[in-house]
T-cell receptor, first 113, second 114 residues
Framework: AQSVTQLDSHVSVSEGTPVLLRCNYSSSYSPSLFWYVQHPNKGLQLLLKYTSAATLVKGINGFEAEFKKSETSFHLTKPSAHMSDAAEYFCVGEDTGRRALTFGSGTRLQVQP | SQTIHQWPATLVQPVGSPLSLECTVEGTSNPNLYWYRQAAGRGLQLLFYSVGIGQISSEVPQNLSASRPQDRQFILSSKKLLLSDSGFYLC?????????????FGEGSWLTVV
């Protein structure tokens, strides 16, 4: 079964500095992986997804993630943080056996002015 | 285009009362449907998913139930709410064929059990 681990529950950065949100996965299959963002009291929005194509995936709002099979990682990055990026971010894996998604525990990103 | 609606957006219910959260999807057919719960300060937990009318898979034992009376309708219910049922409930859908399908979420329903 698929599982994902988000290594940081909170990340704080200054506006204009790079963002790194870490995610490791475990799976006996070639996984499909996603990053979602949730702003307060809102539903979740897809940032990007990896489905066995290019290992570097570009998403919305300047985010990107790199699938590294050797490290079983799928870290989310952004070169320059904006105040509007403050939100909760979820790394998600597809469990093909259950046809459902497995969510990481989330990383809360704070952006300081 | 496809849309997903869930209601009510907020709900305050006494312990022991029944619950009904409803979700509908428009613009697609035969979707996979999901109910997730997000407790305060925690990630999302899959409660139920459905691959077709009347087909419900339960992920965790609890006093909640789900039903899919129509292709694009998914209902989360309880006969008697517990305090621990409080949380943010999210309905979601995805296409049923292939893999790596994006899952699309509704805006969520805040349930407070008092």
């Amino acid at each position: 079964a698929q599982s994902v681990t988000q290594l940081d529950s909170h990340v704080s950065v200054s506006e204009g500095t790079p963002v790194l949100l870490r995610c490791n996965y475990s799976s006996s299959y070639s996984p499909s992986l996603f990053w979602y963002v949730q702003h307060p009291n809102k539903g979740l929005q897809l940032l990007l997804k990896y489905t066995s194509a290019a290992t570097l995936v570009k998403g919305i709002n300047g985010f990107e993630a790199e699938f590294k099979k050797s490290e079983t990682s799928f870290h989310l990055t952004k070169p320059s943080a904006h105040m509007s990026d403050a939100a909760e971010y979820f790394c998600v894996g597809e469990d093909t056996g259950r046809r459902a998604l497995t969510f990481g525990s989330g990383t809360r990103l704070q952006v300081q002015p | 285009s496809q849309t997903i609606h869930q209601w009510p957006a907020t709900l305050v219910q006494p312990v022991g009362s029944p619950l009904s959260l409803e979700c509908t999807v428009e613009g697609t057919s035969n979707p996979n449907l999901y109910w997730y719960r997000q407790a305060a300060g925690r990630g999302l937990q899959l409660l139920f998913y459905s691959v077709g009318i009347g087909q419900i898979s339960s992920e965790v034992p609890q006093n909640l139930s789900a039903s899919r009376p129509q292709d694009r309708q998914f209902i989360l219910s309880s006969k008697k709410l517990l305090l621990s049922d409080s949380g943010f409930y999210l309905c979601a859908w995805s296409r049923s064929s292939g893999r790596g399908n994006t899952i699309y979420f509704g805006e969520g329903s805040w349930l407070t059990v008092v």
